[in-house]
């Protein structure tokens, strides 16, 4: 499987949106309603990038932009890193982001000081529990009423790896 992982680009705009533009995406948080929103999300990430607060990147499968994973450090606690991803539906179960994942974990050990990573999930999401699993994250407990998506409260799963 080939699998690689690169910053995103303001030019990735379309593909994003296409992907995103699913309607099962179900418990994703923050989906861009036009195309010029998802392109302020994008020319956001160089600051974030410079500031080492954000790194985002576009998973590419067989050469094709398939997706996106990225890391955000918390604010008071940057040796914490939450981690978030999202696949083209037309690629979901082929084990390309428990790959994407590795690739960023590699990336977050090399470039950044963050020692411990969470990946939190609505308590629905089936698929990215089994994500986090097989990357060898721990089931650390429920945060309730945790992500608030079209006025509904989900609660979520937190998984969380200590490097
Ligand atoms: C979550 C997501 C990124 C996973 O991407 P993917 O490339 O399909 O992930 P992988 O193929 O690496 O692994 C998915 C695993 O979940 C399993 N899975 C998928 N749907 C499932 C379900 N309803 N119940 C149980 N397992 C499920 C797959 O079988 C696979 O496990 P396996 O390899 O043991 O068979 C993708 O489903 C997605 O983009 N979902 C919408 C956005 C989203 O929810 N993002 C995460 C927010 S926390």
Known sequence: M???????????????????????????PAIPKTLEEERCFLRLNSEKRRNGTEFNFSIIYNGRHVGAIGVRLDTFRPYIGEIGFFVDEQYWGRGITTEALIKLEEFIIEKTDIT????RMAKQNKASQRVAVKGGYKKEGILVQMLFIEDKYFDCYLYAKIL
């Open 2 to 28: 080939n699998v690689e992982i690169r910053p995103q680009r303001i030019s990735d705009a379309k593909r994003y949106f296409e992907i995103l533009s699913s309607p099962n995406f179900h418990y994703l």
């Open 116 to 119: 411990r990573i969470e990946i």
